[in-house]
């Protein structure tokens, strides 16, 4: 059913929060700069009409998400936060103090489920539409753009072949208890203490019974898999998934090209981008472009398969027009983008810094702007929730990338408010430190101000 417009009737004896906060402070302004109306018609298509109990109002939900990017926070955490903090609560459309949460913190993860990558799209192109009404983004700050990709990690543990045994055996033995198949041996206590081993051999450097007993963990797994394959006569899709992926794991080897790296999330894929403190990351590369030189973000997607950077600037430059409304003139790329398939009408520069002395003054001002891209890749990853991944599937992937940028987007907006309210309140007092000294100097002679 669709959720009801207004929260909470009015309270007799009670304060309203816009009567006893600060209408200053960022927040405050941000929440009424917002075109909160819009999200509740895009998002209205999601309900059903006249059917089940009233949903969780849309506000609160793009609210809560909003604050949890900007200010790094968990599903709980960010509860936890909405209870105690009076802004939080007006930010999410609440009149009147609130004691306790309305809903249960696993109903932000539904709500993400159910609208998708596109409708989160929509809160990113609603700061956007914001930063554009106030004046903080403008035309020309789109007619040149940055252009990189990074790599947003998934919340795994580092994938060694004999965790992948043991976590896939426990995985299949758990599967055939949930079906009633009983297993001639499930190797629970065996396989455990074998990874304990396997751990410590290869921690003192004893490599010959390490790889022994990796070799152990994968008969153990191979044992399990032909069990459940014999006596399961016709395994439900889950299960066949769980056998496959367990026949994937026997079978790959060392120069394999997509591996299985993961159980849990098995589209994890292992990316090298030559770091000399990472050699190798396992998530997915996410593809950001920026403005470029207010640094605002303007459009960053997931994408899986590990696609080479050239072959991504196409979806980057039509998710620009999609949100922001306005097609980039000039996009400034690094040598990674050469060989890009782009037709479209944005002229692509690729940086090369061996030709630069050879370029105008101006171009090489603009060359030299690129690397301004690459610090908001750091403030994603350790302000926005972008260093490590905890949302499931291909789908979380996506919808956590573009919360980042929603999140690292909305603290820019705060940080406008804040610097627009300190002008003013610099400007104020300079204006009562002259209405005081013109009437000191023109007060007549004898007289004390009272």
């Given at each position: 059913?669709?959720?009801?417009?207004?929260?909470?009737?009015?309270?007799?004896?009670?304060?309203?929060?816009?009567?006893?906060?600060?209408?200053?402070?960022?927040?405050?302004?941000?929440?009424?700069?917002?075109?909160?109306?819009?999200?509740?018609?895009?998002?209205?298509?999601?309900?059903?009409?006249?059917?089940?109990?009233?949903?969780?109002?849309?506000?609160?939900?793009?609210?809560?998400?909003?604050?949890?990017?900007?200010?790094?926070?968990?599903?709980?955490?960010?509860?936890?936060?909405?209870?105690?903090?009076?802004?939080?609560?007006?930010?999410?459309?609440?009149?009147?103090?609130?004691?306790?949460?309305?809903?249960?913190?696993?109903?932000?993860?539904?709500?993400?489920?159910?609208?998708?990558?596109?409708?989160?799209?929509?809160?990113?192109?609603?700061?956007?539409?914001?930063?554009?009404?106030?004046?903080?983004?403008?035309?020309?700050?789109?007619?040149?753009?940055?252009?990189?990709?990074?790599?947003?990690?998934?919340?795994?543990?580092?994938?060694?072949?004999?965790?992948?045994?043991?976590?896939?055996?426990?995985?299949?033995?758990?599967?055939?208890?949930?079906?009633?198949?009983?297993?001639?041996?499930?190797?629970?206590?065996?396989?455990?203490?074998?990874?304990?081993?396997?751990?410590?051999?290869?921690?003192?450097?004893?490599?010959?019974?390490?790889?022994?007993?990796?070799?152990?963990?994968?008969?153990?797994?191979?044992?399990?898999?032909?069990?459940?394959?014999?006596?399961?006569?016709?395994?439900?899709?889950?299960?066949?998934?769980?056998?496959?992926?367990?026949?994937?794991?026997?079978?790959?080897?060392?120069?394999?090209?997509?591996?299985?790296?993961?159980?849990?999330?098995?589209?994890?894929?292992?990316?090298?981008?030559?770091?000399?403190?990472?050699?190798?990351?396992?998530?997915?590369?996410?593809?950001?472009?920026t403005s470029a030189k207010s640094n605002w973000i303007l459009g960053i997607s997931?994408?899986?398969?590990?696609?080479?950077?050239?072959?991504?600037?196409?979806?980057?430059?039509?998710?620009?027009?999609?949100?922001?409304?306005?097609?980039?003139?000039?996009?400034?790329?690094?040598?990674?983008?050469?060989?890009?398939?782009?037709?479209?009408?944005?002229?692509?520069?690729?940086?090369?810094?061996?030709?630069?002395?050879?370029?105008?003054?101006?171009?090489?001002?603009?060359?030299?702007?690129?690397?301004?891209?690459?610090?908001?890749?750091?403030?994603?990853?350790?302000?926005?929730?972008?260093?490590?991944?905890?949302?499931?599937?291909?789908?979380?992937?996506?919808?956590?990338?573009?919360?980042?940028?929603?999140?690292?987007?909305?603290?820019?907006?705060?940080?406008?408010?804040?610097?627009?309210?300190?002008?003013?309140?610099?400007?104020?007092?300079?204006?009562?430190?002259?209405?005081?000294?013109?009437?000191?100097?023109?007060?007549?002679?004898?007289?004390?101000?009272?």
């Amino acid at each position: 059913m669709r959720p009801k417009k207004s929260f909470k009737p009015a309270q007799l004896f009670q304060s309203r929060l816009d009567q006893i906060l600060n209408l200053k402070h960022p927040l405050m302004v941000l929440a009424n700069e917002i075109d909160w109306p819009s999200f509740e018609n895009a998002f209205g298509a999601f309900y059903s009409e006249g059917r089940g109990r009233p949903g969780v109002p849309i506000r609160l939900m793009v609210g809560l998400h909003y604050l949890k990017h900007a200010f790094d926070c968990s599903d709980e955490s960010v509860v936890a936060g909405f209870v105690e903090n009076p802004y939080w609560q007006y930010f999410c459309g609440y009149d009147y103090f609130q004691h306790e949460f309305p809903v249960d913190p696993s109903s932000l993860t539904r709500w993400r489920q159910r609208v998708g990558e596109a409708g989160i799209e929509k809160l990113l192109s609603g700061l956007l539409e914001s930063a554009k009404r106030c004046g903080y983004l403008r035309r020309r700050d789109v007619n040149r753009v940055n252009v990189d990709t990074t790599v947003q990690e998934k919340a795994i543990a580092f994938p060694t072949d004999a965790r992948l045994y043991h976590k896939m055996r426990a995985t299949l033995v758990r599967a055939a208890d949930a079906r009633g198949i009983k297993l001639r041996q499930s190797y629970r206590r065996l396989s455990k203490r074998a990874l304990a081993k396997q751990g410590r051999y290869s921690h003192a450097r004893q490599m010959k019974r390490s790889r022994r007993m990796t070799r152990k963990l994968k008969t153990y797994l191979g044992c399990v898999a032909r069990d459940i394959a014999r006596k399961s006569h016709e395994p439900d899709d889950e299960l066949k998934n769980l056998l496959a992926m367990a026949e994937r794991l026997l079978l790959q080897q060392r120069q394999d090209k997509n591996k299985l790296y993961s159980v849990h999330a098995p589209e994890v894929e292992c990316i090298s981008k030559g770091k000399a403190h990472k050699r190798y990351e396992f998530g997915c590369k996410v593809s950001m472009l920026t403005s470029a030189k207010s640094n605002w973000i303007l459009g960053i997607s997931a994408m899986h398969g590990n696609p080479y950077d050239g072959h991504t600037l196409k979806e980057a430059l039509e998710q620009v027009e999609r949100l922001a409304g306005w097609q980039p003139k000039v996009a400034t790329v690094d040598l990674g983008y050469r060989g890009h398939n782009y037709q479209g009408t944005t002229e692509v520069q690729i940086v090369n810094y061996r030709t630069l002395k050879s370029k105008t003054r101006s171009v090489r001002k603009w060359f030299k702007r690129r690397a301004a891209i690459e610090p908001i890749f750091g403030h994603l990853k350790s302000d926005n929730r972008m260093s490590r991944n905890h949302l499931k599937g291909t789908e979380g992937d996506k919808i956590n990338a573009i919360l980042s940028g929603c999140g690292f987007n909305f603290r820019k907006l705060l940080k406008a408010f804040w610097r627009c309210t300190k002008k003013l309140s610099q400007r104020l007092q300079i204006a009562v430190k002259f209405t005081d000294r013109l009437y000191m100097s023109t007060r007549p002679l004898g007289l004390r101000p009272l």
